[in-house]
Nanobody, 122 residues
Framework: QVQLVESGGGLVQAGGSLRLSCAAS????????MGWYRQAPGKERELVVL???????NYADSVKGRFAISRDNAKNTVYLEMNSLRPEDTAVYYC????????????????WGQGTQVTVSS
């Protein structure tokens, strides 16, 4: 039983900033990778950024230099700082975590947040 609860989405003007957060809770043994995906209307869901448990990151080219991911392992929380936002950043942003449950014999799997809307006005 795992929940990923996102917050921080909203409406912002182009050039502005937002900070998303995602807190994982439940019977979590270990979280491996965490990250953010997004899906714009009429488009496929795409990877925004990934962060490993060791802090290595992998950003989509479209957000490099503008977005920054971080994580607080003690809080099972991942953040996404979004700066210099553009209208094309408008999408539903989904948190994910590759994690293993406590007392589970299974390998880790991906869990997803409910999504939070980010709208950037021109």
């Amino acid at each position: 039983q795992v929940q990923l609860v996102e917050s921080g989405g909203g409406l912002v003007q182009a050039g502005g900033s937002l900070r998303l957060s995602c807190a994982a809770s439940g019977n979590i043994f270990r979280i491996n990778d965490m990250g953010w995906y997004r899906q714009a209307p009429g488009k496929e869901r795409e990877l925004v950024v990934l962060i490993t448990s060791g802090g290595s990151t992998n950003y989509a080219d479209s957000v490099k230099g503008r977005f920054a991911i971080s994580r607080d392992n003690a809080k099972n929380t991942v953040y996404l700082e979004m700066n210099s936002l553009r209208p094309e950043d408008t999408a539903v942003y989904y948190c994910f975590a590759d994690l293993q449950l406590q007392r589970s014999i299974y390998s880790s799997r991906n869990y997803w947040g409910q999504g939070t809307q980010v709208t950037v006005s021109s």
